[in-house]
Nanobody
Framework: QVQLVESGGGSVQAGGSLTLSCAAS????????MAWFRQAPGKQREGVAV???????RYVDSVKGRFTISKDSAKTTLYLQMNSLKPEDTAMYYC?????????????????WGQGTQVTVSS
């Protein structure tokens, strides 16, 4: 049984930083792509960053240079370091795992999802 559990969300002021974590269990960690998505109220779920089994990464343009995705294979943990946060980064952030499209940021290619962690950035 695959389980993804996010943590690390919270409230920060604009310009601040947060690090999200996602503890993964029940999957062959090294053969899956892992990604972070976010969804703000009234908006569609958006792919933020993805890392594949070869540690290649891809980011949505709005977070390039500010967010960094990484994974600790030994601990099966995925991270999202978020710097220079903006109010428009406010959303529920979800961890996801899948194997159908290695560097996709399309939600439909991911099979497993966490419950989400809220990030709120105030101006």
């Amino acid at each position: 049984q695959v389980q993804l559990v996010e943590s690390g969300g919270g409230s920060v002021q604009a310009g601040g930083s947060l690090t999200l974590s996602c503890a993964a269990s029940g999957l062959t960690y090294r053969t899956y792509s892992m990604a972070w998505f976010r969804q703000a109220p009234g908006k569609q779920r958006e792919g933020v960053a993805v890392v594949d089994s070869g540690a290649r990464t891809r980011y949505v343009d709005s977070v390039k240079g500010r967010f960094t995705i990484s994974k600790d294979s030994a601990k099966t943990t995925l991270y999202l370091q978020m710097n220079s946060l903006k109010p428009e980064d406010t959303a529920m952030y979800y961890c996801a795992a899948g194997s159908r499209a290695p560097l996709s940021l399309v939600a439909g290619y991911f099979d497993w999802w966490g419950q989400g962690t809220q990030v709120t950035v105030s101006s």
